[in-house]
């Protein structure tokens, strides 16, 4: 059981990467070619795979249902973290958890507390998120390898990387077409702040 749990962290890390088939049959070639085409350094992009694994394999040590609820993004060192737990101690439980992984710089708890409307949540919060994925796509002037996005209970949660203040204001008006959408929130930083950095 262990193995088919550590062969699917690894396979949903990489997943994560590319966003698509070809980097799980591709593995460590394609992590490359997506870090070549993002703002990130093959090696940061290596490193925030590596982060991401670890922060999973500690929460699915905890708790295999803490695991299943909960969706975890890396960019630089950065960790989002969003889904439902049963209780407050537990949103507690993953920030500790968190920040015990190696090379962790700033953690985002977007974790809420269950409130018994999460079947019908998760449903309507996954159309948002490939509402919005599809747009950011189909848009020629953002870079949309560069961001994640997740939903929460009709928040979007934007990470990632914008060319400028344009770029994410264009990411941010596709979100807020969507209905459904109640709340933006972005974690997003500007590549010039990576420049400078």
Known sequence: ???????????????????????????GAA???????????????????????????????????MFTSTSTTVIDGVVLITGEVPTPEDRITLTRL???????????????????ESVGNFASDS???????LQLLRDAEIMNINYSVETVDGTVYLMGIAQDEAELQRVKNHA???????????????KSELNSA
């Open 31 to 65: 992590i490359g070619g997506v870090a070549v085409a993002e703002e990130r350094s093959v090696g940061t992009v290596i490193d925030d795979a590596t982060i991401k694994t670890q922060v999973m394999n500690a929460i699915f040590q905890k708790s295999e249902p």
């Open 127 to 133: 159309l948002i998120t490939t509402k919005l994925k």
């Open 176 to 190: 807020k077409d969507i209905s459904g959408v109640r709340k933006i929130v972005s974690y997003v930083k500007m």
């Open 1 to 27: 059981m262990k193995f088919v749990v550590y062969a699917l962290l690894a396979l949903s890390s990489l997943i994560a990467l590319g966003g698509c088939a070809p980097t799980v049959i591709l593995g």
């Open 98 to 116: 968190i920040w015990g992984v190696k090379g962790v710089k700033e953690v985002h708890n977007e974790v809420k507390v269950a409130n018994g």
